[in-house]
Every structure is written in C-alpha cells, then in structure tokens.
C-alpha cells in the first residue's frame, strides 16, 4: 500500500473503486490449517459423536493415521485437485494468506510431497498465498521407535523440507510428542532457518507453553489447558496464542483461559486448524464468531486475530493490516441484510460470508465486481 | 412423488437428472424463523458478549423492541426486499419450507402486515414456501397494560392476521407471556382454526411445556429448561420438540436434556430460530451441526430433525421425505471435498453448504444445473 487516508487528500491519478456500503477488510490471514489430504475421517466424527475421545482414536490406530494412509494412496493430480479446492473456499471468503502444514506424509519424500502440492496448489490465479509448515511430528507412526522417529524428523525429513517450507511444528501433547522431542525438533528447525510454531497444551498440559517461550517461536496453537507459567512464558517470549474454537467445538472441549492471556497481553490469534478429524471447517469467519461466543474474545480482538495478528503469528509483518507499506490484499464484504457497514456485524452472523470484491497484491480480482471499476479519477 | 425407487425399476418415459454423485436430500424445512424485520441488533450483541443477559435487554427496552421500532419505521418495500434476501440465501442453502413468525408489529395492523409480506416475498420464483405463524404474544409493548393487551392480541390482533397465517405462537417465559396467558391465546388461536406452537421453556421454567402437551400443540420450542414433567407431557401430548442451537450458542446457554427427551419418544426437530437479536444465523445446515456438537443429537436425528421432523413440527406431512405421495421437493449438495456421498458429511463440516440442484414440487428450478437434465428415459 502506498497511501491509505480520506479521499479529499487522495493523490491524483490511478484507479477507483466504489465499494458501495460494503465493509472493507484487510485479506484475511488463516494462521493455521492442515489442507493437504485425502480420504473422510466421517469414521472418526461417528465415533467422537458416540462419546469416543480424538485420543482414544490417535493411539487406536485411527485418526491421523486414517489420513495418512489415504493420502499416500491418493495421486499428486488428486491431491492438487482437493487442495485447490480449498484454497479456493477460503479464497472466497476473503482469505489470502494462508498457513498449510505438511504432516499426512510422515516419510521424507511424502512430507515433502504435501510441502511441494501446497506450494503448486497456490499458483493458481487468485488463490491465497500460503505459508507452509513442516510438521513431520504430527504423529508417531505406529510401530516405529520413538528416538528412531525423532531422529528422521531431525534428519532425512527436516533435510527434505527445508527448502520447502518456512516453519516447522510439532504436536507436542500426551499421545503425541513430548516436551523434549518438540525441543530437540524445534531447535533442529531454527538451525536450519525455519521459523517455528508448536500445538501446545490441548488434549493435557505438558508444559510445551514454557517451551514455546523459552524458544521464542512464533505462535502457541491451542492453549486449552495452558496454565499461569505456561501464560507467563509467552508474554516474555513474545509468543502468539492461536486459538482454534473449530477444535474446541469439535472435541467438546473447554475454553483457554482468554482472560488470562489478555491479562498478561499475550497476542491472541484465530485460525481454523482445518483438517478433517478435529476441525473440519473452511471458514475462517465462522471460527472468529466462535472465538467471541465460545472463548469470549471481545468482537474487536476476533477481527485482529484473522488479521493483524494471524500475520503476526506467521511473522508476517506486511499484511492483515490497511496501512502504508503493507501489502494490498483487501477484501469488501456486503453487511448481512438490513446491518449497517460495520464488520462486527459480520462476527454477530455466524459465517458463511463471501468477499465481494477482492483485491491481491494491488490488483482487483477478475471474480471481483469489475464494473464497480472506474477506468480512472 | 408419484414413483420412488431403484433405477432398474422405473417407469419409462420422464426426464433424467443425473446427480453425479451428489447427495440427494428432500428439500429442507425451517420450522422457527422470524425473518420479517429491520434494523440493526448489533447494539444489543457488543452488550451481550460483555455479558450482559438477553432478559435484561428485553426489560429495558431494548430487545425486540428496537427491531419493532426499527420494522415499523421501515416501508413496506424495504420490508419485501430485506425478507426476500433471507429467503433467497436459506433457499440456496436447500431449504424449501420455512416457518416466518410475525412478532415485530405488536399491533393489529403492524403484524398483518409483516404476513402479509412475508407471503408476498416467497412469491418470487425458487422461493422456499412459506407457513405463516402469528406471533403478537412474542413481546409486551412498554408501557402497555398485560390484560389489555392480552385481550388486544386474542380481538383486533387475531381478527386481523387469522386469514393470514396458518398457525398462532406466544413467546413464554420469565419477562414476556404467563402460562395463563399463553393458554389463553392458543386457545382463541386455536378456536379461530390455527395449528398453534410455544416458545417454552428457555429463560426459565415456567411450566409451559405441560401447557403445549396439554393444548395437543404442533411443537414446543427452545425447552433449554423443561423438566421431566414437561418431557412427559410433551410426550403424552404428541408435541414436537424443536431445538434451536443457534440461539443456545448466542445466549451461551446450557442444552436442553436431548437424552431424557430421547427417551420419552418426543420427536426433535432442529431450525435456525433466525432472528436479529438472538439467534443471527441463516443456515440450517449450521444448526443442525450444532445441534450434534453442542446438544448431543446423532447425526441420523439431526438430518431427520431438518427434514421430516421438521416438517412435522409445521403439521406438513407430505414433505421433508423422498417418498411416493410426498410433494417432490429435493436438494442436490456436493460432499465436502474428499468426502464420500454420505449426508453425515455435511454435518461433519459446518455450514455454508450449498445446493448444487434444486427440484421444487418436481421442477428442476432454472438456477439449477440444467445441463445435467437429459431430455428424457
């Protein structure tokens, strides 16, 4: 953005665009998803409904391994193909960055596979740009050896996705990784340049919250069971809280502890964790109104974290944000019918909303309402 | 539906509509809505998620009565073209019956008049059909004597709105309409040849659903607070429960005892209860996911719950079903992406589904994907 301010002081010259009513957003930011898969986890979901935990599911064989398993059945072109399909979703409704995570490959070259599809998928025109995670600690494989598992993620994989990804993640929880794994990971994936993020402190406490601060990554993905050092760990390491209430929702689980982390002024991000056995939704609008009725962030602290600090949980200083020297992604929403132009009343209607006009990087889409284009002032 | 059954077994001659492996569903059925308003709630929302209570708006003077005042102050073109537009969306997202409540007039002309465009909007062509419930009891006007009114809303305001509608409603509870008055009004409404419904049980017990089993009335709704006595008599009395998640989430309330209202047999159906003030949610499909995730319905009870329970909580018994002798209202939806032809899908991942094919009364409707219709067998 090269200027931004009322429209007496505008500079001369270049384009304008009547948004008409509409509330004008900066490009959403969804900080945290897992888009690359295939096959249903509609087994699973029948299953949780019946009362059986997403642990009991992981440890059983199920979960993540059900999708590990039917992603490395299914071909690159279909895997394209699903994960086009959902970055166009999000796309339309006003997302254009987005977080993918690898973590349904498991192995080397099918970690690096997920990172390359991303990649590919977001070429098209109009997509969301993404920002990719390696997470080849996203679940133990079963039979194998924990240190032997360690070790490959530190190595074989970690050396195969560096050049593909700018982060690394861990799951660190009971059933998953421990403190110590996530230590060794995360510090492997500094050293080689990535940026790091961690699933921290979900289905139990383990203390991954200290570690996240004493790391000083980027972003806490969770938090439902954070407690007050975990809290304190993060404002001093300058950690995002990302809170995910498709998750919470899905698991039935209880709220973070909002309070507190606003409190100790611990920036609060809102993502939608997409992925198909814990957080199977794609609206990131839908997510941020959760954030306000289920965990009780105020509707302004919702609207920051799919933006400014979503970005910031990627380290993404220039977007998520309508200033001068970021980039130009802005979304224009219409009010539900009968609302005034106000995007809190965007979070009051649950979801479903659909960008009107988008503009990416400056360039108004070709989707986007090109007649409200005037050629020029 | 005069024919339902395997390909092989058809009858000859007819179109052919290939489905492409969508999920086919009978047109769906919003049995509680209150879409004929205007103005802005958002007020009332910031004050909500800051805590304040739904009651306590409502007694102050707020609540339904800014969407009163707001409603009166709009015309009658405003009016049609705000209730078209929510029409429209729940029409896309595959609804083809939905329920419109009165209830923001409060005097005999005010509320003819929101049937009478209520009526007027589902004309349009691919509308959803419209059952009409007048609802003067939904609010007393401040400053208004309780027996007065009462009396007004069972002379002039029934007199003026039975042609109209085809059902009568009385919101009772802590704050609005007593168990007496309630009984009252559904009687005259009831004696003047309306199918009759209760708002009950929501903000407090008031015993109200004894009185809806006891009337023998269509449903009874919301019941956050119904008592063992209450499922009885709803039970006994053949009453349909209609749960209402959308609002339970908004108002942070607890579920109403779906596994004791389970086991008594009473027939639960699910609806958006759209309405600006608690209930800001367009999309039935989300409803029913919240229903699973936050009341405890199977997903089965959920789908039926949207469907033929639904229709059964309006009196309709030709709808909500795909079978011989029902009217042929069907919905095609894409499954998610990945997923397989299985409705349970759509409830899995929450809301914003669309309706890909749209047959209303057997008549594909021309926003449909006409290119899959061969011209015949």
Not at 148 to 162: F, I, P, R, S, T
Not at 183 to 192: S, V, W
């Amino acid at each position: 953005m090269v200027w931004v301010g009322p429209e007496a002081e505008a500079p001369s010259g270049g384009q304008k665009l009547d948004v008409g009513g509409g509330i004008l957003m900066p490009g959403l930011i969804d900080c945290h998803s897992h888009l690359v898969f295939a096959g249903s986890r509609l087994g699973d979901f029948l299953k949780r409904m019946g009362g059986e935990s997403y642990e009991a599911l992981l440890s059983g064989g199920g979960g993540i391994h059900t999708t590990v398993a039917a992603t490395k059945s299914a071909s690159d072109a279909e895997l394209l193909a699903l994960t086009q399909g959902r970055l166009a979703r999000l796309a339309k409704s006003g997302v254009m960055t987005v977080e993918v995570k690898s973590g349904y490959g498991l192995e080397p070259e099918a970690e690096a596979r997920l990172l390359t599809i991303a990649g590919e998928a977001a070429r098209a025109p109009g997509m969301p740009k993404v920002v990719r995670t390696f997470l080849g600690a996203h679940a133990l494989p079963p039979g194998r050896d924990r240190k032997d598992y360690v070790a490959e993620v530190v190595g074989a994989q970690l050396a195969a996705c560096k050049g593909l990804a700018e982060r690394i993640d861990v799951y660190c929880d009971r059933g998953a990784f421990t403190v110590e794994e996530a230590e060794q990971i995360l510090r492997a994936g500094q050293k080689a340049g990535l940026g790091a993020t961690l699933h921290a402190e979900q289905v139990a406490w383990t203390g991954a919250a200290e570690l996240a601060g004493r790391l000083n990554i980027q972003s806490a993905d969770h938090l439902e069971r954070v407690d007050e050092a975990g809290i304190a760990a993060l404002a001093k390491g300058g950690v995002v809280a990302v809170l995910l209430p498709g998750a919470m929702l899905q698991l039935r689980d209880s709220s973070p502890p909002v309070m507190q982390l606003r409190a100790a002024g611990v920036p609060m991000a809102v993502a939608t964790d997409f992925n198909p056995g814990s957080s199977p939704v794609l609206d990131v609008w839908l997510v941020a109104s959760l954030a306000v009725l289920t965990m009780g962030l105020t509707p302004e602290e919702a609207l920051k974290g799919i933006t400014r600090v979503g970005a910031q949980a990627l380290g993404l200083k220039d977007r998520g944000r309508i200033e001068v020297g970021a980039v130009a992604d802005l979304a224009v929403f219409e009010p539900p019918s009968g609302e005034k132009a106000d995007p809190r009343t965007l979070l009051m209607y649950m979801g479903g909303h659909t960008a009107r006009i988008r503009i990416q990087g400056g360039r108004v889409l070709a989707d986007s309402y090109q007649a409200a284009i005037e050629p020029s002032l």
